[in-house]
């Protein structure tokens, strides 16, 4: 309602008295080495504050998974807008006046900056699964080809942004738009040598994530604390839209090889796979994102020889990170416009042999997971193709019309042993007036969690919904219940939150705490990724139908029919909503959000030149929610957060594709792509070339 009514206060909104104002100086280099910074002697400094890597009383470092990334470049820049200073000033005009009064001079590296994926030389991590042998294999037909995959930005629609309170204990106090308090929270304590208690992190009402909002927001607050410390006052850090789209991370592009084999009926015969993304200039989240690429990469299809070789790579890049999908719907795109390829040189429709290959109950994956329960793979098909409206031809003669599918998987929850290490925390407590209130560090950022979580805390206790309330999302008053990722928020919390409401119904008053404990029949070896990689899969299949017009190359999508077997629709309306703005993102990364980059920055860094689909560009979206619960989640909910952004991009290729006869192996399938497709296709007609 608060949202509704425009009562909602997000991070900019918010009104502090005696604030300052503060600015991060990045780097205009790709690489090389800071020679000197120099601040003009003539502009007057007293009224500034600014703070270099020199200030920072703890580990120079942002804390995640490797400390490769400084929080203040000190000597050497991996990518352009890189931080290397911060200042602070109590008013916007001050500010801007210093920032035009400080100068960075550069010691250019005596190698040149690594810019490609064919350059790049130094390797973030590698990942290798196998079954079977795929070298011993025999088929009759084998198909190669060679995927590519672009950058691509969140854009959420309120920037990064923190405002950080210096406290009388040398602690610090920062509220932001985030994800991931806790993660925010560690961040802090190591940069600025803090204890637990001594910083504190609130989440402020989020205008979306989408991945971006997961770890980034770490490097804002460390540097809106460090500002705030020094001027011993409040400072407000907050991005306008030109700093975020510049500076920030985006979806990991890379390249996908697959060498597919068959016999001559379809049978499946082995997979071989090559994955390369581009981690950026520094590793941020690109572990995991690579682990879940290369987990999702044979797509939803049972196969006796695999083998998946994955690495990520480091370039002097701005750093790539969590994205909606996780590196899922990289590796899709490629598994779904292979079996495209396959039943093409067969002569068979892909539909056969999507159902000739598909996973089912009791079969095993690439991981040697075997499927024991909520598996929905035809049931997602068939639903998807009853509702799929009739083709019709197009009534102008340079448009052409074509319909593409796709069958998809996606798996819930942290990726093999991560939630058994994590142990996610929750409580429920009842309160003296005979409300209760539920304490989980779990954010609300679009996707509904504040209402699920009550419903399902009210139903477990009998109550009605307006009897419980959520905590905010402050780390001195909730424990850790892990971040808001990887589409386990509603099957992982919330099965929590379930249990210590039931737990602690019939109470007057007092709190249940419940924290994970991973059920002994999932088994994982983070060694030789063998084993259940995920504790179930949802499933989606989607039917894409597209216009292609043959003289601007121009491609529109018109409908996006998916049905989605999500376990169980907690919220129905909630769930489709996020489907369907999954949905419509997939098929601005499929279609026209292309980043060009430019000696390492970006060249479209600003809303008028990086497009997203609007409201005018949408097409009409269908979406059909399937219900096979899981058992392990509350009331057979599954994660379907990530699902949506999974298979709309490969069935709009193999729509392009049947509206044209051209196979554009890579997204964005812009329009100046779509036009040389066409215009070589054409030459190869004239020449006798296409199809030789």
Known sequence: ?????????????????????????????????????????????SHVVVVTAADIPGDNVVHLIRDDQPALAARAIRHQGEPILLIAAPDRATLQAAE???????????????????????????????????????????VERTFRVGLQEQLYIEPQGAIAYPGKDGGVTVIGSLQCPYYVHRALKRALKLIDQ???????????????????????????ALL????????????????????????????????????????????????????????????????????????PYACPNVRIRARAVATNTPPNGAFRGFGAPQSLFAAELMVEHVAERLGVPSLDLRRQWMLRLGD????????????????????????????????????????????????????GSGEKKLGG????????????????????????????????????????????????????????????????????????VQQA??????????????????????????QTYRGDAYPVYAWAATIADVEVDTVTGEVRVTDLVTAVDCGKALHPVMAEGQIEGGGLQAVGWATIEEIKMQDGRYLNDRLATYIIPTSLDAPRIRTILIENPYSGGPQGAKGIGELPMDGPAPAIIA????????WIDEVPATAEKVLTALRNADCGLRNGTVGS
């Open 100 to 142: 035009r009064h400080v100068r960075v001079a550069y010691e250019p590296d005596p190698e040149p900056p690594v810019l490609t994926l064919d350059a790049a030389t130094e390797t973030y991590t590698t990942i290798e699964i196998a079954k079977g042998d795929v070298a011993s294999a025999k088929a009759d037909v084998v």
């Open 501 to 526: 409401a039931a737990e602690l119904k019939g109470r007057r008053v007092g709190k249940v705490e419940k924290s994970y404990i991973q059920p002994d029949t999932i088994h994982w070896d983070d």
């Open 228 to 299: 705030a410390r020094k001027a011993g006052r409040p400072v407000r850090l907050i991005y306008d839209r030109h700093e975020d789209l510049a500076a920030t991370t985006k979806r990991h592009p890379g390249v996908i090889r697959h060498r597919t084999g068959v016999k001559r009926d379809g049978t499946l015969i082995f997979q071989d796979i090559t994955i390369v993304l581009d981690g950026g200039g520094y590793c941020t989240l690109t572990p995991v994102v690579l682990s879940r690429a290369a987990i999702h990469a044979t797509g």
């Open 198 to 224: 001594q910083v504190v992190v609130i989440q402020a009402e989020t205008g979306g994530g989408f991945g971006g909002k997961e770890e980034y927001p770490s490097i804002v607050a460390i540097h809106a």
């Open 425 to 496: 925390t929750v409580a429920v407590e009842a309160l003296p007036d005979g409300t209760f209130r539920i304490l989980t560090a779990s954010t609300e950022i679009g996707q509904g969690t504040k209402t699920i979580f009550c419903q399902l805390a009210a139903d477990a206790l009998g109550v009605p919904i307006d009897r419980v309330t959520l905590a905010p999302q402050d780390t001195s008053l909730v424990p850790d219940s892990g971040p808001t990722v990887a589409s386990r928020t509603a099957m992982i919390v919330g099965g929590l």
């Open 655 to 662: 729509a392009i594709h049947d509206a044209t006869g051209v």
């Open 1 to 45: 309602m608060a949202k509704v009514t425009g009562a909602a206060r997000y991070t900019d909104d918010l009104v502090i008295a005696g604030a300052w104002y503060g600015k991060t100086i990045r780097s205009t280099v790709a690489r090389g080495t800071i020679r000197e910074i120099t601040f003009d002697p003539g502009f007057d400094w």
């Open 364 to 415: 095993t994956t690439a991981t040697g997971q075997k499927l024991t329960e909520s598996v929905s793979a035809d049931v997602v098909l068939d639903a998807a193709l009853k509702a799929a409206p009739a083709v019709r031809p197009s009534d102008r003669p340079t448009v052409r019309r074509g319909r593409g599918l796709s069958l998809v998987f996606h798996g819930s929850g942290f990726t």
